[in-house]
């Protein structure tokens, strides 16, 4: 019988999941139970679940010893360092300082950087996983659409239509929409809008994979919203929803990175899905639906 390393419960088979170290892939690992897997942090840097003593500045010990590299130069990094988003990195201050971050997820960009005809500079990174196919981009909507349909129970009377809109064109929508729903303008990758009977999702063209299937969700969600909601007008409570919608999308997809920096988020995003969390907590998912339909209609609409 396996025990965890974290709680120390004991584990069945199918209970658990032994994270190794990669300069140490012969080496034990550390098996850590679904549950602590779930609920306990994570190293910054190598992402493996950690109980909070055994992290330093959120970074676990063996990392440490090892001694950080910048994931951009690959040197070792002696003095400060920056991890972006929470948890991307880390990345020394020369290369932070030297190259231009990229325009999606603003990683210092280095000679690998692509640059496209709108001026804007991706990493390769992100340019790698880039959908730049508008078939590909319609045919992993649909996915996304009818994963939220299967897993969350998100049902549409009427279906948004997919529009891929270059940059300059989605900021522009954006700011007409952001006097009704308080987007920030400048940063927005998708954008849900109805127009008369159409309803439809706006979406930045060449996103990277995992980026794309979080914004299409979060913009569902606000779709879903505007037919069983209409009115709710909480806007911690809006988006809150719709980034726990994203969030629970890429758990199932296991992208715990990226879902990992949604949750870290400071801003009215991370506390509404925080909130969302802990309704679903309590309750269940369709808990949390029920819960957006239940919620009551505040007066002033801003
Ligand atoms: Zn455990
Ligand atoms: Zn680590
Ligand atoms: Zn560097
Ligand atoms: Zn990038
Ligand atoms: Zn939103």
Not at 34 to 43: N, S
Not at 250 to 260: H, N, T, V, Y
Request: positive net charge; proline residues 3%; charged residues 25%.
């Amino acid at each position: 019988m396996k025990h965890c390393n974290l709680c120390g419960r004991a584990v069945a088979q199918n209970e658990y999941r032994v994270f190794t170290r990669k300069r140490d892939a012969n080496g034990k690992g550390l098996t850590v139970c679904e549950q602590c897997e779930r609920a306990q942090p994570r190293c910054l840097v190598c992402q493996t679940p950690m109980t909070a003593q055994h992290l330093r500045a959120g970074i676990c010990r063996a990392c440490l010893r090892e001694g950080l590299k910048c994931k951009r130069c690959k040197n070792s990094i002696g003095g400060d360092f920056l991890l972006l988003n929470g948890n991307d990195g880390p990345y020394c201050a020369r290369c932070y300082q030297n190259f231009a971050p990229c325009d999606i997820c603003g990683a210092p960009t280095g000679d690998d950087g692509v640059t496209l005809a709108d001026g804007r500079v991706l990493c390769a990174r992100c340019h790698k996983t880039a959908i730049t196919d508008s078939r590909e981009a319609h045919e992993l909507f649909e996915r996304v659409v009818a994963g939220l349909e299967r897993s969350l129970g998100l049902e549409l009377n009427v279906r948004p239509q997919l529009m891929l809109v270059d940059h300059a064109r989605l900021i522009e929508l954006a700011r007409t929409a952001a006097r009704e729903n308080g987007h920030d303008a400048e940063r927005v990758l998708g954008l849900f809008v109805r127009q008369g009977r159409k309803r439809f999702i706006y979406l930045q063209e060449d996103l990277p994979r995992i980026l794309l299937i979080q914004v299409v969700a979060h913009e569902f969600a606000h779709a879903w919203q505007g037919e069983q909601a209409p009115l709710l007008a909480d806007h911690l409570v809006r988006e809150g929803f719709a980034e726990w919608v994203a969030y629970k999308m890429l758990q199932e997809l296991g992208a715990q990175k990226k879902a990992a920096q949604m949750l870290q988020r400071q801003d009215v995003y991370g506390q509404g899905l925080r909130e969302m969390l802990q309704v679903e907590r309590q309750s269940s998912i369709s808990g949390v639906l029920k819960f957006l339909r239940a919620k009551p209609v505040h007066s002033a609409i801003v």
